[in-house]
């Protein structure tokens, strides 16, 4: 169609690395200490057992529905209006997690890159270049991932490997401690800033596969969650109970290796770098958004599309401001009833699909 949707495999596996790490190591980490403490990295590696089996599931469905898209699929088995709403819950999704992924970018580059800046100064230049990225579809998103990704992945090595020396691993134990129960509800709390691989969906009958596709984008998926969950323990092993006070990850993570050397501000270039894949997930995310809009008002032209990235644009433009978006996100979606509304898109329709 207009959007250029196809994407190469090679892209796909790269792509999904950079989604299931990037946006992961700004605050979940602080945020999942607060519910789990040390334990947190268990309910980590928890939510992302439960993403992969979601995952193989998509993968199966993409096998049996051969060339089918996702609307044809929801309103042949759900109904057109069920399609509607279950689009409208996609696109709420999406949109809500990459607004709070932003919002905690602009808080990474005031506090780590002493950058003086506002919500609307920060997130219009930002909106521009997620806009040309989302309007011109999935295979550019797909072309900037194999652009980016050495670098990207290079930037979190260097931080994970600077900060490992630092790292008293003693600080994990004694594991479980306050029971299993603490690991689960940690788990449950959190699960809204997981399952980023239903992005997937929306590439069903797009996507070029072969034999050994699944394998490849489920080991891409596996890679992509070890990094963070190698993050998440270097974090809570320098920090121990102090963790859940965090609000940045990384800042802290990349600043703590500077602090008793000569590189000077090295971890600056590496957090700048390591954000162009928060760029790449929210071009994305705010891709399937439209996506899903597009579906619910049966929009087909490409001047429908910018139209309704416009509408999403003024919505990320004025909600955090007039609305205290992170209390919302934080207790209302998280540790509220919020999040068994998202389950039906995290995953329901991923373990329905085949």
Known sequence: GIMNNSIKQTQLILLMVLVIAGGKFLSLPGLMAQFAGRDSWISMTLLFVIDLVCLCFVLWAIKLNKGKQLNEILTDTLSPVGAKIIFAIYAAFFILRIMGGLIDTMDLVLSSLSVVTNWIAFIVPMLIVIGFNVLKGARNVGRLAQIFFFFIFISVLLILFLSYKHADFSNLQPYVADGFGVVAKGALNASFWFSDCVFL??????????????????????????????????????????????????????????????????????????????????????????????????????????????????????????????????????????????????????????
Request: aromatic share 16%; with cysteine; proline share 3%.
């Open 201 to 354: 969906v929306f590439l069903m009958g797009s996507v070029t596969t072969n034999k050994l596709f699944g394998i490849k984008i489920s080991g891409a998926f596996v890679f992509g969650a070890i990094l963070t969950v190698m993050l998440d323990i270097v974090f809570l092993s320098l920090f121990g109970m102090l963790a859940q006070y965090s609000t940045s990850a990384l800042a802290k993570v990349s600043g703590f290796n500077l602090t008793s050397s000569s590189y000077g501000r090295l971890d600056w270039i590496f957090v700048v770098i390591w954000l162009s894949s928060i760029v790449i997930k929210s071009i994305l995310f705010l891709w399937a958004s439209t996506m899903s809009i597009s579906y619910i008002f049966n929009v087909k032209s490409k001047k429908g599309y910018a139209i309704i990235y416009g509408v999403i644009c003024l919505a990320f433009i004025v909600m955090p401001l007039i609305l205290p978006l992170e209390t919302f996100i934080d207790d209302f979606i998280c540790q509220g009833v919020g999040k068994y509304f998202f389950f039906s898109v995290q995953y329901l329709i991923p373990l329905l699909l085949p």
